[in-house]
């Protein structure tokens, strides 16, 4: 059973262009966040939800709108997309009060041309 | 600001050698996580250190925190080929929501 999953895998898409990746968890977790990998594989966190609230918002540019319909989803949608978008990024998910591990999707490469 | 500071950042070894990965963390923090990441693939869990002293072991991985140095530790004992991945440490800032600050990572190749 996948624990945390995201949609699509791969994304190729034109400048401009607007898309979306979905993210499911079913561990139960109450808190879910996205990541991006930049091509140095650098992580940074651009945003974390708690029971489908806003709680990290990392001075990410407002093209950028993650959505969060119930505590297991969180999906995030990207508007006018740019060469810079073109990274990994990955869904996660954690418990809070219980070690606070966090787990990680398979990540979604976003291309765009 | 949590900065974190892993090195090296690249790691050629040798089959059954020794190493260690440092991460370095610039606050406090008592929460500490390493990940593996294999090339095209997700991050997995490796260690969770939540103590000052704190010192994991699985397989030929030892993990340890020493919160007072700020500094962790990723020591690998007799090295073998399946050991070859990208390793992160993450720092947990403690201050109001959850929130991992990643080191670079550590590329580690190792050689038959």
């Known amino acids: 059973d996948t624990a945390v999953s995201q949609t699509p895998k791969y994304l190729v898409t034109q400048m401009g262009n607007d898309k979306s990746i979905k993210c499911e968890q079913n561990?139960?977790?109450?808190?879910m966040y996205w990541y991006k990998q930049d091509s140095k594989k650098f992580l940074k966190i651009m945003f974390s939800y708690n029971n489908k609230e806003l709680i990290i918002n990392e001075t990410v540019p407002n093209r950028f709108s993650p959505k969060s319909p119930d505590k297991a989803h969180l999906n995030l949608h990207i508007n006018s997309l740019e060469l810079g978008d073109s990274a990994v990024y990955f869904c996660a998910s954690s418990q809070e009060g219980r070690d606070y591990e966090q787990y990680f999707g398979p990540g979604t490469r976003l291309t765009v041309t | 600001e949590l900065k974190v500071e892993q090195n090296p950042l690249f790691l050629s070894m040798q089959e059954g050698k020794n190493y260690t990965i440092y991460c370095n963390y610039s606050t406090t923090s008592d929460r500490l996580y390493w990940y593996r990441q294999d090339p095209g693939k997700s991050l997995e869990s490796l260690f969770v250190?939540?103590?000052?002293?704190a010192v994991k072991q699985e397989g030929r991985l030892m993990a340890s925190l020493d919160t007072k140095a700020r500094l962790s530790t990723l020591h690998i004992t007799a090295a073998v080929h399946d050991l070859s991945a990208t390793y992160f440490c993450a720092v947990d800032n403690v201050q109001g929501a959850q929130k991992l600050v990643f080191g670079q990572g550590t590329r580690l190749t190792i050689n038959p």
């Open positions: 561990l139960g977790h109450d808190t």
């Open positions: 250190l939540l103590s000052n002293g």
